[in-house]
């Protein structure tokens, strides 16, 4: 398969471009509109061919599949403008930054029959995905509470662009929360939210401080330190969610999904199970689980899905998933 | 002080009336419908005389203060009874089982210039008590975001009426979780609630299971196991709140009220600060507190308060509570 | 039912007595050949009549069961005496000296239609009652191996005649081992043994040196301090047992059965369990398990068997146990 | 002195050849029956010639020594056409498949002259070391009890011949299990054993599961995955191994050995010491141990033998090692 | 033997006067200036008579020995009274208050040949005993090296007379470190002192804080809070002593002694030892040390030396002990 | 700036040159007496130019800064060389071997108008960056009492000159401990020491033993490896100092400084706090500190110092620390 890569910054050299490598497939050309960035990408990894716009790559290319790495905001016309060209589509989390955009995508998904999928890498950590088979095989019973915490002490990122509202979209929630929020809702099988409270802040990023991610600049800082919110469903569960870049929490940064059901319950991270049987009460922990790198189980997951006939569950998850955030960031 | 004690179960005995004695108040009084009950009770702690009825306490005994230490819904009319009598009131909590009842108790109050306090204790423990100093003397600066969490795994109480919606009101937000909801509350100087969202469930209290506090009747168990909820103030904090009688949890219970400020953070129990001084980010834990009996603290305080003019607050703020109480179940 | 009491040592008054009087039993005698200590008994529970011989209470007292707490070497006659009598038995461990004494009591207790129990509490215990539980629920499948170890660092009792041949049988092996030699067999299923080899030895307590259980006389000194052990069963499982009363090893004792089967792995004490499942490896704990006195629920155990037709379950586990005793004795 | 290494599988590249070249010695021919793989070794290392059967390598060099790295099944012949080409010899362990084995090479290595040395590199860690020394100067005193265990979870290596019982001759004793029974018996001083019971058996290996040392065979799978043995010795003491290449056991793997002597017990791995003393007991542990590669000081022991009269210490242990592992085999 | 108590604080009653009694003496009169004290304790204990003086005491008894128990400045009138009607003398620490006072002591015991023994209980512990049989044994070699230490956080004692210099002679050294400094010197084997410098000052005590002893009097504070020395022996050995009533230290109060040999070092509470043997270092701890009551062991070590022809060795060190107390203060 | 290397052992080539390399300076020539060494230094950072001499290198190279690197009793000589020729010069620790040496440096100094610092490196810890600024700010009040700490077990460096009196002029005090004393000092203020009592010994250096820092030679061990102080300042304060190269202590070595305050207290390393505040006694620790290069951090503050004009507090406190060190060798 040719791939090509959309945006070359720390998550395309990390999280796409090796583990494309690794799984075989063969990584013909990168973009970015900065000439440098992109042939320095390039030369890195060994790879052919380098654009400054998504449309150039597109038209010269070949693609089977591209992989989107470009701030949130850039998303959704970089992915629209894929699935025209008939890529199958792996586009970083957020999937963008509204309902809308992931409405439109899963729209533009359908139209070209192509596979579209998200960057949710926690999905396909060791733990999660045991989890996940535990839950579908009914050791936790019917979820009715779920708790997603993405708290960070310190830890507004001093590179990139995670502080501009323009291009992210946002910070606590849509940039760091986002994957605790996916996660959760992906074990509880995405229920359908019928209401939803949201608290949205800026309390410390607009003051300078100590940064554990390197130093924010506290003056252009326009997104959220701060996101909070219950979302309710329609099958009776409710689910909490606490994120922040910044807070005076303890000394660990915590990402972490909590689930209790009418059989068991569980926490991540790491995976810890609590039932009853036998007329006890157990505690139950996996004794070994395998190291894998959750990237590269991605990308093989892509590549898979690629070689079949398309389905849309990503990206139906994906406008669930955007009409919660919409919802918590209008009651800022 | 001429003290009656209306109620004589077990937190009369352990937290009221011991409390008076070593405190020099002269108790001379007990009520309780059931005679028997009455007279053990007095028996034990050397108490002339036992009554059937409240009223009939009132009428023959010239009392400066009781404590009311009855199931939740019958709190409203004896108090009534009591400042109607002259009688200051030290009510054990929840204050009623609706907002109306505490509004008409703070009218009561008012009426009869009486003091009226409600059995929170866990405001009156040592680390509580430093962490409101502190609080006030401004180390956590603004709080914008508290979490109050009272799960217990198998925490159904086997004794007494608390699987009784109609004596108790309600079980695991009314009559377990009130306390840490209470006290988020006090510590952020009980803010004014603007929108409240609620979860309310029975999950397990239904069925038999392992109880860890003695063994329930799952038949007749007819108040929530499961209780969460969000609260958005008018001054833009929020609070979180989650709590259970019986869940799928881990192996310790928790009791706990997470504070996020402005200048620092806070979490009980026991109590730890975060803050951030001198360009470095801080831990800070008491070394040492004193071990006081928090029930013995409160009755201290309430007598001291007999010897003063009135004041309202804990009465106002019952109302505050009661009226998110009820949005709460409102939800159900 | 009335109750008898053969021997009035530590284990009696531990052990048996106080737990008859709480299951409501009725103790009427209780006999000690020294008069001064059957006395000094019958005072602290309130028992009305004290026996010197064995017979004199059989025959004075119309007894529906007794209690045999003497030494070892004692209990085989007093059971059968107690048997012949009518009474139904609750003999303390180890059931007698050898497996021809076991093999003798069994047939007196069929003949006399009355039920045989002996007092190895550790069965009784709520870790142990669990594991029974999951493991004839199949949790563990074929149980093909077990390592049964009751390990004292300086543990040779300084009181009783515990170092005494004549009269306890042996030390590591039948006095204090044979708790969790027994305990293994129990939750294998008590297969039948085909071969055994066996080391006793007397290495450490034939010389003074540090006593943690009391002061012992080196120089009286008859049992073995060491026994060790492994067994090969019919059903192709195989057991090692190491026990000591003495011996050169770490700072805690150890009492412990491990169990390993084809579907899961046990360990007590704690009760530990590690199984497979989901396509990953588990560790499981109980979270909380009720703090019971197993020598109540051995007394319980007892008396609701007297109310039933006899089986003779443990009387005839009794004699495999001996069996393998005696091999092992045999080879020192 | 001139150096031939016979296989060149990963026990040869990681534990002999760079040893060698480490203590100064100079490898000049490497010989694989896969002329590829002894090419790519001896590139990686930079060694002159390859040859692909022993025969050709022993004619055509002129060899001091070599380094035995093939299959167990193997060892003898190589061992004695080495031995007969008048090379020393370090072979890998196990020494063979059978006492017989292990004998024939004892003579043969008396019958040349020279030394024959096995590859039990746990002999060589520092901390065995030690204790050996320790045990010299009699801290134990006389050693009567030992335990020696070898338990994995899930250890069935994926890779090699160790599930081929043909090449191999055995698992969990022959192969994994032999280190910690080699070991425990060195400690011991080599006693002259006199009796033996053994359990072997298959119960978990020949049905998929999960591997923690790559993913095996199940259907191919023919070694024993379970190994227990009790041995009793010449001079009173006894010896109980345990091992497994697979069982449910707790989420660390065993490779230990437990000495109980006279006048002091050990256990490795770490070494803990205990100890009485002063009318005290006593546990002690090595504060600092320098950290060494037990095959580097393999290899330099073996070099300077060769540079001495040979003893034929290790090769007449081998024979006493294998005479316990064939009453073991007899008794599956 | 005939005991008469001086002194009826808490030291006598919790200290001497129950452990006199278990060792089977017979206290026959208590003294304390203030009638009614000694009256509650005669009269808790069983004792005969009671009296306001001491001599009034020497007079109208007939006395074997005495235990002083008094303020430190009344010591030195109260043994010489008693040494000179013929008793023997266990005196509570410090001795007196002044190496003149010490001497005058030692000299009066001899004249009397009395035996005069001080309350260093430290020296009475099971791990103290221990280390002193070590030491005795030559396991430290020459010990050259020593540090004593007694700090406390906040532990100024809200109770009798700690605070006032008149009567206790002094605080953080003289009442407090006197333990650690006493116990550093015993295990050195009171070597003779060359050069003393000390530190002693007032720093924390002066002004109101946190009292983790009760609450002192800051007005009245007199003695000092802090207190630090270094010493030099003749042996070429240094000692080190830092003492504190109350100090910013971490959260554990301090009572220790370490000693560094030129075989082996130890440290004290509780015991650990450090060693080179066999060519590698150890450490060692006891794995059980008895559980005793050094007060008891103390009160049976005096009775025991009254039995036998007084030696006056703890007077002469308590002389040695004084003197370097008085050059610390002296450079206060 | 041009920077010249004086002396190319481990400190320069770990502490010095890739620190001036990554700070941007430009090193032009190294000097060792043995050109061998030297050329390799060279090459391995690729400098130019290599110089038998200082002598040579001052005159041909034009320097504006030199580091030198030599043994102690070296580095008076070459720092005046290099002052007189004009060059800025950061010299390793301990500044030079007496108190006169450390005078005349700081006159040259002040003469040649240049900077002079010394490589007393743990000043550029974060954590004690983080606590110098705290006792800046008030925190600890003021420190009235100080203890530092430098313990090895068996810590005489094997390599070097270190056990060579002549060369270093000292040992566990000089040449290791001088870094915690320095530290102590530093932290104090560099208060002016009155007093100073010390302890100077040779115990376990002159014999061989286990060695953790490589194997000395015991022969030729000549510097102290035990040193103990305790000093007295104008203040008021005291301090305590503990060094050894080699003693028989716990299992970790110790470098560590504690400092009591009249507000506060702390010790290094880690950092730890200790305060009364709000009625309750703190324990504080930095929950993140950011992990620097002290080394990186002392060129950076040597080359900014070097671009100002010079002040002369370092050269005037190696006056004060070298006079304590007079102090203490004397009474040897």
């Given at each position: 398969?040719?791939?090509?890569?959309?945006?070359?910054?720390?998550?395309?050299?990390?999280?796409?471009?090796?583990?494309?490598?690794?799984?075989?497939?063969?990584?013909?050309?990168?973009?970015?509109?900065?000439?440098?960035?992109?042939?320095?990408?390039?030369?890195?990894?060994?790879?052919?061919?380098?654009?400054?716009?998504?449309?150039?790559?597109?038209?010269?290319?070949?693609?089977?599949?591209?992989?989107?790495?470009?701030?949130?905001?850039?998303?959704?016309?970089?992915?629209?403008?894929?699935?025209?060209?008939?890529?199958?589509?792996?586009?970083?989390?957020?999937?963008?930054?509204?309902?809308?955009?992931?409405?439109?995508?899963?729209?533009?998904?359908?139209?070209a029959k192509r596979t579209l999928h998200y960057g949710f890498h926690y999905r396909h950590?060791?733990?999660?995905?045991?989890?996940?088979?535990?839950?579908?095989?009914?050791?936790?019973?019917?979820?009715?509470?779920?708790?997603?915490?993405?708290?960070?002490?310190?830890?507004?990122?001093?590179?990139?662009?995670?502080?501009?509202?323009?291009?992210?979209?946002?910070?606590?929630?849509?940039?760091?929360?986002?994957?605790?929020?996916?996660?959760?809702?992906?074990?509880?099988?995405?229920?359908?939210?019928?209401?939803?409270?949201?608290?949205?802040?800026?309390?410390?990023?607009?003051?300078?401080?100590?940064?554990?991610?390197?130093?924010?600049?506290?003056?252009?800082?326009?997104?959220?330190?701060?996101?909070?919110?219950?979302?309710?469903?329609?099958?009776?569960?409710?689910?909490?969610?606490?994120?922040?870049?910044?807070?005076?929490?303890?000394?660990?940064?915590?990402?972490?999904?909590?689930?209790?059901?009418?059989?068991?319950?569980?926490?991540?991270?790491?995976?810890?199970?609590?039932?009853?049987?036998?007329?006890?009460?157990?505690?139950?922990?996996?004794?070994?689980?395998?190291?894998?790198?959750?990237?590269?189980?991605?990308?093989?997951?892509?590549?898979?899905?690629?070689?079949?006939?398309?389905?849309?569950?990503?990206?139906?998850?994906?406008?669930?998933?955007?009409?919660?955030?919409?919802?918590?960031?209008?009651?800022?």
């Amino acid at each position: 398969m040719n791939i090509g890569i959309i945006g070359t910054g720390g998550i395309a050299t990390t999280a796409h471009i090796p583990q494309y490598i690794a799984a075989g497939a063969n990584i013909v050309a990168v973009m970015n509109r900065t000439r440098a960035r992109g042939e320095a990408a390039a030369r890195q990894f060994g790879i052919e061919r380098v654009y400054e716009t998504v449309e150039e790559m597109l038209q010269n290319e070949s693609l089977d599949a591209v992989s989107v790495c470009t701030p949130n905001a850039l998303h959704k016309d970089q992915v629209l403008a894929a699935l025209a060209a008939g890529c199958h589509v792996l586009c970083e989390k957020p999937p963008g930054i509204s309902a809308n955009e992931a409405s439109e995508m899963r729209e533009a998904a359908e139209r070209a029959k192509r596979t579209l999928h998200y960057g949710f890498h926690y999905r396909h950590r060791a733990d999660t995905v045991l989890l996940k088979r535990m839950i579908e095989a009914g050791e936790l019973g019917q979820i009715y509470a779920a708790t997603a915490v993405a708290l960070r002490r310190r830890g507004i990122p001093g590179w990139g662009v995670f502080t501009d509202k323009e291009l992210q979209g946002g910070g606590a929630l849509l940039d760091h929360g986002v994957h605790m929020l996916d996660l959760a809702l992906y074990l509880m099988g995405y229920p359908k939210p019928i209401d939803v409270m949201g608290h949205i802040g800026q309390y410390l990023g607009t003051r300078p401080g100590v940064g554990l991610m390197g130093t924010w600049d506290a003056e252009t800082f326009s997104v959220e330190d701060t996101a909070r919110a219950m979302v309710k469903f329609e099958n009776g569960a409710s689910l909490m969610f606490d994120g922040s870049f910044m807070a005076n929490v303890g000394p660990r940064d915590t990402m972490s999904v909590e689930l209790r059901g009418t059989e068991g319950g569980a926490t991540l991270f790491p995976l810890h199970l609590h039932t009853e049987a036998h007329g006890a009460l157990f505690d139950q922990t996996p004794a070994h689980l395998e190291h894998v790198d959750p990237y590269a189980v991605q990308i093989q997951a892509f590549l898979e899905a690629c070689r079949h006939e398309p389905t849309y569950e990503q990206a139906d998850q994906a406008v669930i998933l955007h009409s919660i955030i919409d919802r918590i960031y209008e009651q800022a």
